[in-house]
């Protein structure tokens, strides 16, 4: 089988399982791409890094020494995911290597897909639920959670902490949105629309934010722009959440609403995430380690297979690799119909399928 061979060099992975159920969807997305690789005749270079709260125990940190520094060698990392609530450092925060991965590679655009599946059950009755597909597009370095770390309380009577949006990050956001947008468009996903959420009638940066999307939004006269409140945004989210494509949104805004929108489609393990940034990304799905099914086959890994196919995307796209794109594409389309014709439904979800039996009914619809 050939490896990948282009100008840029060959695309590589850095293989983060992790802690929990981590460990389990991320065996599921590696089964899964040995079948797409054959598939689809590539292979890519992977290597897999042990880190997270088990390290942590094992050895009393949390990555391995130069672990960060090591990132650099690769185009991206795929994360299970990582943490314990019962471990964590001396001052009390969780093990969260991949704040500070996202932090350090710059990665600004955090895409969080929300999409209702077939045969899965519809949390709001009316039946265009069914027809649930949009983004929320994240800025993730910056907004309400550049604070983090940073915030202050003033002789125990006021707290502050502080909102940073800046131009450079804005561009690259909203630019991020409209690409995006023109992509899920031309795949049939829907018309090509970016929303831009925000509560400029009331913050002096959210204001500023919203001019830096009207600027970028004459560079995509192909695409619909709009803007709607963060507040009215979430009543739309439950009512008619539908007619949405893609999100465009502050960090903290996007936190709360990719958490409604996980819910509107039924839970964390539905919930793909790919994180990028201009010369590196981090797919991951949304959840956490889930300790309470840890270790009992019933961990849903849909999530992480989607951000899997994302990852393929983003390499093809990156490596001007076509057999990649093409194989991530097939790969959201193969998680899609299993779900549609090959009869499962995760114990997440109500269901009997455990990990396994996901995995065989998307290695089915490969194609
Ligand atoms: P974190 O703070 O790391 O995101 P958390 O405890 O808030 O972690 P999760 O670990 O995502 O959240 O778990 C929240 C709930 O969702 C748990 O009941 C867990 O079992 C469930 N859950 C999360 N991911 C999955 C999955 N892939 N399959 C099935 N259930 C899941």
């Known amino acids: 089988m050939a490896q990948i061979s282009t100008m840029a060099g060959q695309a590589n992975v850095a293989v983060l399982p992790g802690d929990g159920i981590g460990v389990e969807v991320m065996q599921a997305a590696l089964a899964v791409l040995e079948q797409v690789e054959q598939r689809f005749g590539f292979m890519l270079t992977r290597e897999t890094i042990e880190a997270g709260a088990d390290h942590y125990l094992a050895h009393g940190i949390d990555v391995p020494e130069g672990f960060y520094e090591k ?4 185009d991206c990392v795929l994360m299970g995911a990582i943490g314990h609530p019962d471990v964590r450092f001396p001052d009390g925060t969780e093990i969260a290597p991949h704040l500070e991965i996202r932090a350090r590679f710059k990665l600004v655009s955090g895409e969080r897909p929300v999409r209702k599946y077939p045969n899965t059950p519809r949390i709001l009755s009316d039946t265009r639920a069914e027809e649930i597909d949009f983004v929320v597009l994240r800025e993730s370095t910056e907004g309400l959670f550049w604070s983090r770390g940073k915030g202050v309380v003033e002789d125990d009577r006021v ?28 795949l049939g996903r829907s018309k090509g629309r970016v929303t831009c959420v925000d509560k400029s009638n009331v913050f002096v940066s959210m204001a500023f934010f919203r001019k830096i999307f009207d600027e970028r939004a004459r560079n995509f006269p192909d695409i619909q ?18 007619e949405y494509d893609v999100l465009v949104m502050e960090n903290m805004f996007a936190d709360i609403l990719s958490d409604l929108g996980g819910g509107l489609v039924g ?3 539905m919930a793909p995430c790919a994180e990028i940034g201009r010369d590196f990304a981090l797919f991951q799905p949304a959840h956490g380690t889930a300790p309470d099914i840890a270790g009992q086959g019933k961990a849903n890994p849909t999530a992480m297979l989607v951000s899997l ?18 194989a991530g594409i097939a790969l959201d389309k193969a998680v ?5 014709t090959g009869g499962i439904l995760p114990f997440e979800l109500g269901g009997r399928s455990g990990l396994k039996a996901v995995i065989q009914a998307v290695l089915a619809q490969l194609r």
């Not at 990132?71 to 690769?74: H, Q, S, T």
């Not at 940073?164 to 031309?186: G, N, Q």
């Not at 722009?225 to 739309?236: P, Q």
């Not at 393929?312 to 990156?318: A, F, I, K, N, S």
């Open 267 to 269: 839970g964390m393990g």
């Open 71 to 74: 990132l650099e060698a690769f």
């Open 336 to 340: 899609y119909d299993a779900y549609a």
């Open 159 to 186: 707290a502050r902490d502080t909102m940073v949006i800046s131009r450079a990050a804005t561009e690259e956001l909203c630019d991020h949105a409209f690409k995006l947008a023109r992509k899920r468009r031309d």
């Open 225 to 242: 722009a709009d803007h709607h409140y963060v507040d009215a945004t979430a009543l739309d989210l439950v009512k008619k959440p539908w």
């Open 309 to 326: 196919a994302m990852m393929l995307d983003w390499l093809g796209e990156r490596h001007g690799d076509e057999r990649l794109s093409t």
